[in-house]
Nanobody
Framework: VQLVESGGGLAQTGGSLILSCTASGFSSDEPAMYWFRQPPGQEREGVGC????????NFVDSVKGRFTISRDSDKNTMYLQMNSLKPEDTAVYYC??????????????????WGKGTLVTVSS
């Protein structure tokens, strides 16, 4: 499985960005797809997830109401729409998947595959 993120860059506070994660190499059972982020000098943390079972999503509290996740299965691509960006959203954003697990609720230690990340910088 290969995961490639794109769409990072510089945004102003209050602005928006959309990140993409394109996957290849899935078996017939598509897994849930996750977004994580790692702010400068901090631990990697979960951002959100989209289930391949029912399309449900969940998010860390700090981004609820501002970020949404969607998925285009035909393109094997997941999207992270980030609105009302804040300087504290500055981080390298990674997509990740657990092999053959369709549900959300897992942590970073449960991921089997990771993208290389894309940097998002939000200026104040």
């Amino acid at each position: 499985v290969q995961l490639v993120e794109s769409g990072g860059g510089l945004a102003q506070t209050g602005g928006s960005l959309i990140l993409s994660c394109t996957a290849s190499g899935f078996s017939s059972d598509e897994p849930a797809m996750y977004w994580f982020r790692q702010p400068p000098g901090q631990e990697r943390e979960g951002v959100g997830c989209i289930s391949s079972y029912d399309g449900s999503t969940n998010f860390v509290d700090s981004v609820k109401g501002r970020f949404t996740i969607s998925r285009d299965s035909d393109k094997n691509t997941m999207y992270l729409q980030m609105n009302s960006l804040k300087p504290e959203d500055t981080a390298v954003y990674y997509c990740a998947v657990p092999e053959n697990v369709p549900l959300c609720g897992l942590g970073k230690e449960d991921m089997d595959y990771w993208g290389k990340g894309t940097l998002v910088t939000v200026s104040s």
